[in-house]
């Protein structure tokens, strides 16, 4: 190890710094980490992940999140050297994100009323555990290996807990996950189980499942791989490396995603923040992110809904007072998140701050859809004989409503992330019962 790779807190005032073993997902005074390196990363490597897409075998260059290994290389290990790479990368044998890519939708194109070709939906659903968590999940595993770490543990609407029991069954450690009771969708309950996670239930929602695991994992040698994790985040910035390289590094204006968590939104600016400091990119895409309508905390805040205050980076100089203020409005009114789309029913966004850096860096926006536009997303993708879930049927409808309200221009090349499979069985069996549903077919008899 050179010491190419380290730890430094996302506040610029604080700046605090740690050696890349530490397992901490925060600094001293409680701000979040970011991975860095101090090494620019030569523009040649374009060339080297293009053809390591003919991976002749080699389950580091199949996979859609090692192919870029070169990015993430906070094992700082040698890169071509396959046995350094199967010594210290987890990987399910190749396969997170290497069916990711970006596609075009024609009946999608029609019904947000844009041109197919500038259109690009990118499903993350195609991951082994059904979802984008794979991408970040690999990555934050290999983490938990190289510290020795026994057992991982998460809180989870259900697609973080799905990806980290699979990870950590093919890796042969423990895994806790802690779910709001009731609230996560059958099929990602399911997958938890089968993967012999062992379930915590948790009697409130997912912030309340977050903060109980956070503490647990502290109190009992746990090791947590949720988007507070900065490594989760370095898995996840190959969501917009693949959507690039496919576009042949041709920055689109948009990439929008649905809001939960917003480990994201804070990768997807990582990304884009480094690859325009190291200058592989010129322009930078700007991030849209769709909140519920239910669960919006981030839309409110951003768009001043809430004492009138815009909230912003600030340069890294945040009114935090002000997102405390709003979750003791929060508490006090007795305000739930709440949404049918359970993947995104979240109150209080873990990465807010990295999120906000995310916005301000690539002058985004933040917006709102409802529950039944989301079912429409959903739907229409089906029609293109793609799967997605309720909650990535949100980049679709957030997509739809921005260019109603021209603030993506018709002739704006947009990326949407499907992030997730359908694992809500009975969500399209009930959507096309109801006739009055736009893209219903109900059954004949
Ligand atoms: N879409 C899907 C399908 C998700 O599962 C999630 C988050 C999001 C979007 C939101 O992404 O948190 O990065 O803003 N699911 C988490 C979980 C919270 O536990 O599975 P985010």
């Not at 990768?267 to 010129?282: F, N, P, Q, T, V």
């Amino acid at each position: 190890m050179d010491g190419d790779a380290f730890l430094r807190c996302i506040d610029p005032q604080c700046g605090l710094e740690y050696p890349i073993d530490s397992i901490r997902v925060q600094c001293e005074k409680g701000h979040l980490l970011d991975v860095k390196y101090k090494k620019i990363p030569s523009q040649n490597l374009k060339e080297v992940f293009y053809e390591r897409r003919n991976s002749q075998g080699n389950i580091f260059n199949e996979s859609g999140v090692w192919r870029f290994r070169d990015l993430l290389n906070f094992c700082q290990i040698n890169t071509e050297d396959t046995s350094e790479c199967s010594k210290f990368l987890v990987s399910l044998d190749g396969s997170e994100g290497r069916q990711s890519k970006p596609y075009q939708m024609s009946k999608v194109a029609e019904f947000i009323g844009t041109l197919s070709d500038n259109l690009w939906l990118q499903p993350e659903g195609y991951n082994p555990s059904g979802s984008f968590k794979d991408n970040g999940m690999a990555t934050a595993v290999t983490h938990a290996k190289m510290v020795g770490a026994k057992k991982i543990v998460c809180a989870s609407t259900g697609n973080t807990s799905a990806s980290a029991g699979m990870f950590a069954a093919n890796e042969d450690i423990d895994c806790d996950v802690y779910i709001p009771a009731g609230q996560i969708a059958p099929g990602k309950l399911s997958q938890a189980y089968q993967f012999g996670a062992q379930i915590v239930e948790v009697d409130g929602n997912f912030d309340d499942a977050l903060k109980q695991s956070l503490e647990d994992a502290q109190n009992h040698n746990g090791y947590t791989v949720n988007s507070v994790n900065p490594f989760r985040i370095e898995g996840q910035k190959t969501i917009p490396f693949r959507a690039l390289e496919y576009l042949n590094w041709e920055e689109p204006d948009w990439i929008v995603y649905p809001g939960g968590a917003l480990g994201n939104t804070s990768s997807c600016g990582k990304a884009l923040m480094e690859l325009h400091e190291w200058g592989w990119i010129k322009k930078i895409p700007r991030i849209a992110v769709i909140n519920s309508e239910g669960a919006s905390t981030l839309s409110d805040l951003h768009n001043g809904k809430f004492e009138e205050e815009e909230l912003r980076w600030n340069k890294g100089n945040p009114n935090v007072e002000l997102i405390s203020r709003y979750y003791d409005h929060l508490d006090k009114e007795g305000l739930r998140p709440k949404t049918k789309a359970t993947a995104i029913q979240i109150g209080r966004p873990a990465n807010i701050l990295k999120g906000l850096r995310a916005l301000e860096f690539t002058n985004g926006i933040a917006t709102t859809v409802s529950d039944s536009e989301m079912l429409d997303g959903m739907s229409i993708v089906g029609l293109n004989g793609f799967d997605c879930e309720m909650a990535s049927g949100a980049s679709v409808v957030g997509i739809k409503k921005l260019i109603k309200e021209e603030i993506i221009k018709k002739d704006d090349v947009v990326v949407g992330i499907l992030t997730g499979r359908q694992k809500d069985a009975m969500l399209p069996v009930d959507y096309h019962n109801d006739p009055q549903n736009r893209f219903a077919r109900p059954p004949k008899n």
